[in-house]
């Protein structure tokens, strides 16, 4: 759905937060906020029908992880408008700033990590009708197929390596409180980085879909 697909889009954008600007950072979680609340509107249904039904291995999985995204954004922008220096600077939210940047760094980073697992644990369908309109538009290419999972292995491989590298696991579990931004990289660069740490992980979720469902 289409605030699915901006969510995506702006998640990137929203980690580059020194390089974009602290009042840019600002407006762009509130849009998120508000894009994942349209979200869980679209979807009512599956709340109401959580307790109904066999629990199967995904659906247990998928239930984890969607509560805990729902609890992540509920907190995020809590601690966001506590550290907030300009759309919410006046706003009367009493977190110490002591507690608000260490649980925004860290919920921020398991935020990102949950919604593209997340993302690949529900794109089987998608990614099988693309299968599908791709071999009946062009027929079955032995080349194409070989291309086309090299290219994929290779930016999940490079996403793995820039999950290191930019400091997830410190950032995750807290061993650093504060990020470290490089002021004289491209913007560019970064979102490229961040944007095959979303594949990686979209990847993760999505085999672990195909793994839970036989």
């Given at each position: 759905?289409?605030p ?31 894009l ?8 009512a ?5 959580l307790?109904?039904?066999r ?6 999985v ?12 509920l ?24 507690a608000?940047?260490?649980?925004h ?42 291309i ?11 996403g ?35 944007s ?13 879909a ?5």
């Amino acid at each position: 759905m289409l605030p699915d697909y901006i969510i995506m889009a702006l998640m990137p954008i929203l980690m580059a937060y020194a390089l974009v600007g602290e009042t840019f950072h600002e407006v762009a979680g509130i849009l998120v906020f508000l894009l994942y609340v349209a979200q869980q509107i679209l979807h009512a249904k599956w709340y109401r029908r959580l307790l109904r039904g066999r629990y199967t291995p995904f659906r247990i999985v998928s239930t984890i992880v969607n509560l805990l995204l729902l609890v992540f954004m509920l907190m995020l922008p809590l601690s966001g408008i506590a550290l907030s220096d300009h759309l919410f600077a006046r706003f009367p939210l009493k977190i110490p700033v002591s507690a608000a940047r260490p649980m925004h760094l860290a919920i921020s980073y398991w935020t990102y990590v949950l919604t593209s697992f997340r993302t690949g644990l529900f794109s089987t369908r998608l990614i099988r009708n693309a299968q599908q309109y791709f071999r009946r538009e062009h027929g079955r290419s032995v080349y194409t197929s070989v291309i086309t999972k090299s290219l994929g292995i290779l930016a999940g491989l490079y996403g793995a390596f820039s999950f290191f590298s930019r400091r997830f696991p410190g950032y995750l579990f807290l061993r650093s409180q504060f990020v470290f931004y490089d002021s004289s990289e491209p913007l560019l660069f970064f979102l490229i980085d961040f944007s095959a740490i979303f594949f990686f992980f979209a990847v993760l979720g999505y085999f672990t879909a195909r793994a839970l469902r036989r």
